[in-house]
């Protein structure tokens, strides 16, 4: 459990440098350079993230469990996560849906996480997809109240909203038929 808290003190907090400490941010960046900021902050989410994969692999081997989910709830989780690609997608592929979602990205992650607390009750699934959730509300709200510059993305064009629609179900289905199975070592079929 300790990989997996570390994990996403290191991943999430990396991330939450523009919402906690955004002048320490530029004072770095103005005195190191954007290309060093850069590598660090992506070596630094690399590790995070290695962390936390190991972490929660770990934490699952011994689970503590919270509650037992009712079967429904899987179902529901299903439902929630058909958007989350597209979304992902949009975030980089700007159209109607990156207008009227503002944040897609943030979008995704909270909808991802929500639907793997409702379908899991481990105290590893908890802290992983909790802490995701609380960190992607916390970082909407922070944007909402200090806008940052644009996430560098294709042109605009009304053709990316059906890229991102397209593209989203399809990995959307490739992650139903095995994907899911073959990286985390659970079917989200059953």
Known sequence: MTLLLLGLL??????????????????????????????????????????????????????????????????????LMLPVFPLLLAAYLPGRI????????LAAVKLWALAHLLANGT?????????FLAWAVADRISVKRHPRPPVPAAPPRP??????????????????AGAHAWLIGVSPLG
Do not use: C
């Open 98 to 105: 990156r207008s009227a979602v503002k944040h897609p990205m």
């Open 159 to 176: 053709a990316n909203d059906l890229v991102a629609i397209l593209g989203g179900l399809a990995l959307y289905a490739l992650f139903l």
């Open 10 to 79: 290191l991943f999430l907090g990396t991330h939450s440098l523009s919402m906690l400490a955004p002048d320490w941010r530029r004072r770095w960046i103005a005195r190191h350079g954007e290309k060093p900021w850069k590598g660090l902050y992506s070596l630094l989410s690399l590790a995070g993230l290695i962390l936390l994969a190991v972490g929660y692999g770990w934490a699952r081997q011994s689970p503590v469990v919270l509650w037992t989910p009712p079967l429904w709830t899987r179902h529901l989780a299903l439902l």
């Open 123 to 131: 105290l590893a699934d908890v802290l992983l997809f909790g802490g």
